[in-house]
Structures are given as structure tokens and as C-alpha cells.
């Protein structure tokens, strides 16, 4: 990610009207496609040297204020309408979390 990645899956708290509704996926564009430097409010750092796993492309990523499109949420669980209203179909955060997370 540090080096050649353009977008990633983050999890992240979504917050809507100011209310917190829990850990949600979303796929955030890191790079512009043009140049491919990072976003506004998106810095990154690469790992560096690793025994033995050079090949990989691991690294670090800081989310400053960065505001995503909706369209760009995993809306399998909750959705947030056009118009801003939040649906869920689980009712409090834990489930929501564990439900994430489950296959």
C-alpha cells in the first residue's frame, strides 16, 4: 500500500449528523489517479526493509478528516440514503461490529 496501492478497505467509525453509528467498511481512493500522490488528508509511510518478505508492500496510512462518498460504503448491514437518513438492520454497535466480522 505504501508504494503502489490506489484505493484501500478501511473500517472506521461512520458518523452521521454527528451521531456515531458504529465500525462500517468503506473503500477510500489514497492516490490521485493522475500522479498518484496521496489525497488530501491522507498521509503514508512505507514499512521499510523486512526479513525475508521484501515482496511485500506493507505500509502505514493516516486519515486526516478525509470525508467519503457514499456510494463508496459496504452497505450490506446499514445504508445511508441519498438524502443522509441511517438504516440498519442490527441494533447496537457491538453487534454491528461482530456481524462485520463474521463471514
Known sequence: AAESAS???VF??????GIRRGIHGFIVQIRDSIGGSPVHGVTLADCGDKWGLNGVDNGRIWFDRVKIPRSNMLM????VSEDGHY???VKTENELFGRTLAP
Open 7 to 9: 484505493h484501500c478497505a
Open 12 to 17: 472506521a467509525y461512520l458518523i452521521v449528523d
Open 76 to 79: 450490506k448491514l446499514s445504508q
Open 87 to 89: 438504516t440498519s438492520i
